[in-house]
């Protein structure tokens, strides 16, 4: 049996969420496997219809770890357990066992300057890990200049499900809301400062003297919501933006599958930064190649010049010159047939034989 140990997990939603429900899927149709998981408040539901056996714990944030540790310890010892995978490594930091362990890192949650008490910390538990699995190459770099021993850490990029069949009437949905505006892109991700959505709201300003008809479909909630809101009012771009939050599955991806390119090029602010970006991996499932920044993981899911482009994301200008080099001549239909062809490496059927060989 593997424990599986995660601070994200369903129902709550988010990039981390899919991640770890993606490999708990695939683990237990290869292994036998326990998940100790946060508490939710509408996880009854959703944990009634799983296959395998699931914990949550609950309490105050400050006191959980502790909790969740001394559950995990007392379980071991009842229990023949092969191993233990992780996707935080504070998740690890109170577990007491000469079991393997496995940590799955992101990129923020390591990002902590050398010799300061969290990167210790952080030091000492993965070198005393089976592995280190980092999501992308970057992640990779970053963590061993942090400390990590070399010869602990693999990359192994996020999986994604297949992608899932459109709704007609999401479709029928999206077409009444766009009808003439073309071209259009979309960002789906949290609405914050590394996501840069500032910035490509300046190059939209830019964009629409030769695009009029142009439209930004931005699909998320955040802290710079109504920072987002304001400057869309001061650039007067009121008929070129489209928010949305709270919607559909179906409705998100209906929005994904009828637009033409998806814009996020990331930044690093402060400590946070993009590890990989499996929202690129998302919109290249439906045949939308993405504009990513060259700071973080992206490059692992973006194939410069091939299934998108990567730029600059703290330079205006590179930011409008990418997006007006795929906007002309529609380039991006090539960018994005090849993005739907490279996709499939992604799928979790195929990314789960790399956990495979370490677990083995």
């Given at each position: 049996?593997?424990?599986?140990?995660?601070?994200?997990?369903?129902?709550?939603?988010?990039?981390?969420?899919?991640?770890?429900?993606?490999?708990t899927?695939?683990?237990?149709?290869?292994?036998?496997?326990k998940?100790f998981?946060?508490?939710?408040?509408?996880?009854?539901?959703?944990?009634?219809?799983?296959?395998?056996?699931?914990?949550?714990?609950?309490?105050?944030?400050?006191?959980r770890?502790?909790?969740?540790?001394?559950?995990?310890?007392?379980?071991?010892?009842?229990?023949?357990?092969?191993?233990i995978?992780?996707?935080?490594?504070?998740?690890?930091e109170?577990?007491?066992t000469?079991?393997?362990?496995?940590?799955?890192?992101?990129?923020?949650?390591?990002?902590?300057?050398?010799?300061?008490?969290?990167?210790?910390?952080?030091?000492?538990?993965?070198?005393?890990?089976?592995?280190?699995?980092?999501?992308?190459?970057?992640?990779?770099?970053?963590?061993?200049?942090?400390?990590?021993l070399?010869?602990?850490?693999?990359?192994?990029?996020?999986?994604?499900?297949?992608?899932?069949e459109?709704?007609?009437?999401?479709?029928?949905?999206?077409?009444?809301?766009?009808?003439?505006?073309?071209?259009?892109?979309?960002?789906?991700?949290?609405?914050?400062?590394?996501?840069?959505?500032?910035?490509?709201?300046?190059?939209?300003?830019?964009?629409?003297h030769?695009?009029?008809d142009?439209?930004?479909?931005?699909?998320?909630?955040?802290?710079?919501?109504?920072?987002?809101?304001?400057?869309?009012?001061?650039?007067?771009?009121?008929?070129?933006?489209m928010?949305?939050?709270?919607?559909?599955?179906?409705?998100?991806?209906?929005?994904?599958?009828?637009?033409?390119?998806f814009?996020?090029?990331?930044?690093?602010?402060?400590?946070?930064?993009?590890?990989?970006?499996?929202?690129?991996?998302?919109?290249?499932?439906?045949?939308?190649?993405?504009?990513?920044?060259?700071?973080?993981?992206?490059?692992?899911?973006?194939?410069?010049?091939?299934?998108g482009?990567?730029?600059?994301?703290?330079?205006?200008?590179?930011?409008?010159?990418?997006?007006?080099?795929?906007?002309?001549?529609?380039?991006?239909?090539e960018?994005?047939?090849?993005?739907?062809?490279?996709?499939k490496?992604?799928?979790?059927?195929?990314i789960?034989?790399?956990?495979?060989?370490?677990?083995?």
């Amino acid at each position: 049996m593997y424990l599986i140990v995660t601070k994200s997990f369903p129902p709550e939603v988010g990039g981390m969420q899919s991640l770890m429900w993606g490999l708990t899927k695939e683990m237990s149709k290869n292994f036998m496997i326990k998940v100790f998981a946060e508490f939710h408040k509408n996880h009854k539901e959703f944990d009634s219809n799983l296959n395998f056996s699931i914990e949550r714990v609950g309490g105050i944030k400050i006191l959980r770890k502790f909790r969740k540790a001394q559950l995990i310890n007392e379980f071991i010892k009842k229990n023949k357990i092969e191993g233990i995978i992780s996707d935080h490594w504070k998740s690890l930091e109170h577990i007491k066992t000469n079991k393997k362990k496995f940590c799955l890192i992101h990129g923020k949650e390591i990002n902590h300057p050398i010799g300061s008490s969290l990167n210790q910390r952080l030091v000492s538990v993965l070198n005393s890990t089976e592995k280190v699995i980092a999501n992308s190459n970057y992640t990779k770099n970053l963590v061993i200049d942090k400390g990590v021993l070399k010869n602990k850490v693999i990359v192994i990029n996020p999986g994604v499900e297949p992608a899932q069949e459109l709704n007609s009437k999401s479709l029928e949905k999206v077409e009444s809301l766009l009808k003439i505006k073309t071209p259009r892109l979309i960002t789906v991700s949290r609405l914050e400062k590394r996501k840069n959505h500032e910035k490509i709201l300046m190059a939209l300003r830019n964009l629409k003297h030769q695009y009029p008809d142009i439209v930004y479909i931005c699909i998320g909630y955040g802290d710079e919501e109504e920072n987002l809101k304001r400057l869309v009012q001061e650039l007067d771009l009121n008929s070129q933006v489209m928010f949305f939050k709270n919607i559909s599955i179906d409705l998100k991806n209906a929005l994904l599958a009828k637009s033409n390119i998806f814009v996020m090029p990331s930044i690093l602010h402060k400590i946070s930064v993009e590890g990989f970006g499996i929202a690129y991996i998302e919109a290249a499932q439906y045949g939308i190649p993405s504009l990513g920044g060259e700071d973080g993981g992206a490059s692992d899911a973006i194939d410069h010049e091939k299934t998108g482009l990567l730029c600059d994301g703290n330079n205006l200008d590179n930011i409008y010159s990418s997006l007006l080099s795929m906007i002309k001549d529609k380039k991006y239909l090539e960018f994005g047939n090849n993005a739907k062809m490279n996709v499939k490496k992604f799928e979790w059927q195929k990314i789960f034989e790399n956990y495979k060989k370490i677990l083995n």
